[in-house]
């Protein structure tokens, strides 16, 4: 007896990969869905934030508007970042693709710039340190394999 293949949601069979393919694409699917929660409760706290500061009030429908325009602008900027790590022939986004990114900002630009100056600080200091421990461990491992010559061992030499 043949074993039963995958179906669709609409009943349409489909072949091995394809129905890999079609769970994928359901898994995504529910990623993005997820995701866009995400972004609409944060957008909520924030026009919560901002109306106790302000004392204005957000309509369901504004903070559902914000939260809808803030996701579908992430969505480009992943793809603009995406495109210039192509551009470049690389497959990994930089921090100077982010930097291009937000050049037409300039508070954001210099901000994004000073956030990557630290990190990049940050990690010269950790590569030091790693150095200075791996100069002083193969340093203590040279000491123990050589053994000290005592006043002993070296009068039988003579």
Same mark, same amino acid.
């Given at each position: 007896m043949a /074993? /039963? +293949?995958p179906r669709l949601s609409a009943g349409r069979e489909i072949s091995g990969g394809r129905a890999m393919e079609a769970a994928g694409g359901e898994q995504r699917e529910l990623l993005i869905q997820r995701l866009r929660a995400a972004v609409h409760y944060t957008t909520g706290c924030l026009c919560q934030d901002v109306a106790e500061d302000k004392g204005v009030l957000f309509s369901k429908q504004t903070v559902a508007a914000i939260s809808e325009i803030t996701f579908r602008q992430c969505e480009?900027? /992943? +793809? @603009?970042l995406e495109m210039f790590a192509r551009h470049a022939k690389r497959s990994t986004i930089t921090s100077e693709d982010v930097k291009l990114l937000a050049r037409r900002s300039n508070s954001l630009l210099k901000y994004i710039t000073q956030k990557? @100056?630290?990190? /990049?600080s940050s990690n010269m200091e950790q590569k030091e340190k790693k150095k200075k421990k791996s100069s002083a461990a193969k340093g203590r491992k040279t000491e123990e394999n050589e053994t000290p010559v005592t006043e002993s061992e070296d009068s039988n030499m003579a």
């Open positions: /074993a /039963a +293949r480009n900027f /992943a +793809r @603009d990557s @100056d630290e990190l /990049a």
